[in-house]
Every structure is written in structure tokens, then in C-alpha cells.
């Protein structure tokens, strides 16, 4: 189980930091959080059945969880943007600074179900399978949760973007 738990860290650690940092808000924090949840991973006797990636994303899930639970010893500490700590901005051919943060915004603004499913989706590469096993919860929940996030965030593009981009 070892080698497969570090080749999904390998394979997944942008997604599994990504939704770290969406829970919470803090790169410093997320990054505690995903090392907390290898670290029980790793000394864990348990051996699930099935695919381990649900799994997985469910430990970094909780791991980051108690990361915001214990947050309260930093009174008045302002949440950073979920986006601290990615890569750089995609290539402007492809989409502006602008555009860029304006997305970022939007996903940032959502409440934190439908951010977690967008970003267990799009970061985390999770198929809706995966995404229910991971957040313990029925398959049709998890895509309605990520359907009505994607109509919320097409709605505020639509808006930034203005009349003259509808066409």
C-alpha cells in the first residue's frame, strides 16, 4: 500500500495541496495539512479496499479540516487567496492576468461545498466517483453540488465579461 500511496501523492500533489489550500486558505496551513495526512497514511494499519485516490483526497480532506479547527489560535489571521502557492499564470495567449483573477474570484467566492467540488474536479482531476467516495457523500449530490458551481461561476463571468462577449 506503501507504493501506492506515494505514487498517487507523485501523481496527485497539486490537486491534494490545491484542495488543502481551498479549506484552509492558508498555503502554510495546507501544506501542514497534506503532510499530516501522509504521515496517518503512512503509520495506518488500515487497508481500504478499492481505488485509494477517494481515499486519499478524503485524509488531505480532513487533515485540512483540523488544520482550520485548530486555526483559532491565530486570532485575526485574514484567509489567503485558495490560488497562493500555484503555479504561475497561464501563458496571456491562452488567458489574461486579468481573466486570471477574475476566475480566481469567482471560485474564491464560492461557498466552500461547491468550491471544494470545483477544485476536487478541475485541480484534483477526481472523476464524480472518486469525488463522492472522497467526501462521503451520494454520487448525485456531489454533481449537482458541482453543476450548481459551474452555472454560479459561468453567471459571474458573464457578468465581468459584459454584453459585448454574449454573442
Known sequence: MREAIERIYWERRQGLFTLALAIT?????????VQEAFARLW??????????????FAAVRNAA??????????AGAQPAS???GFPADPPSEI???EEH???????????????????MRIYGNLTFDEMAKA??????????RYR???EKLSEKMKRVAGPSHDQ
Open 25 to 33: 486558505r492558508c498555503p502554510g496551513r495546507a501544506e501542514d495539512a
Open 43 to 56: 503509520k495506518s494499519q488500515a487497508r481500504p479496499g478499492g481505488d485509494l485516490v477517494p481515499y486519499v
Open 65 to 74: 479540516i483540523d488544520q482550520v479547527r485548530r486555526q483559532d489560535a491565530v
Open 82 to 84: 485558495i490560488f497562493n
Open 95 to 97: 488567458i489574461t492576468a
Open 101 to 119: 483573477r477574475t476566475v480566481r474570484e469567482a471560485v474564491e467566492s464560492l461557498p466552500d461545498e461547491q468550491r471544494e467540488a470545483v477544485v
Open 135 to 144: 467526501l462521503g457523500e451520494p454520487l448525485q449530490t456531489v454533481a449537482s
Open 148 to 150: 450548481r458551481a459551474i
